[in-house]
């Protein structure tokens, strides 16, 4: 499995920070593929920081060298290689998070209304 290197870590956000504006600095780069923001599963709270996923772990490779330590919303960023189980671990939270349970509800009163 080679997607430690294609997700990277990114540190030091401003609370202000969305997914669209992480996005929006890392496409440059190449094609992204998934954009998180970590939150704490009590308060919802930003945690400053989040992941940024490529397509290519060259593209990945050049987003580090342009924007470790550049500045988003007037904060230093620091951009690295994901850790294979922080990923993991902050995902967990995010697929038992209320929004994903609250789109299956959706989801499933949809299907149910066109039966």
Do not use: C
């Not at 922080?86 to 959706?106: L, Q």
């Not at 009163?109 to 066109?114: I, L, V």
């Amino acid at each position: 499995r080679m997607t430690e290197k294609k997700t990277l870590y990114v540190g030091g956000l401003s609370e202000a920070i969305s997914k669209d504006l992480l996005f929006s600095a890392f496409i440059p780069f190449g094609e992204v593929t998934d954009v998180q923001i970590a939150r704490d599963p009590g308060n919802n709270d930003h945690k400053g920081f989040g992941f940024v996923e490529f397509e290519a772990p060259e593209d990945a490779m050049a987003a580090i060298d342009n924007m470790n330590h550049a500045e988003i919303l007037g904060r230093t960023i620091y951009v690295s290689i994901a850790n294979e189980q922080s990923v993991m671990k902050t995902r967990a939270i995010w697929e038992e998070d209320s929004f994903v349970a609250k789109r299956v509800a959706d989801m499933e009163e949809t299907e149910s209304a066109s039966n």
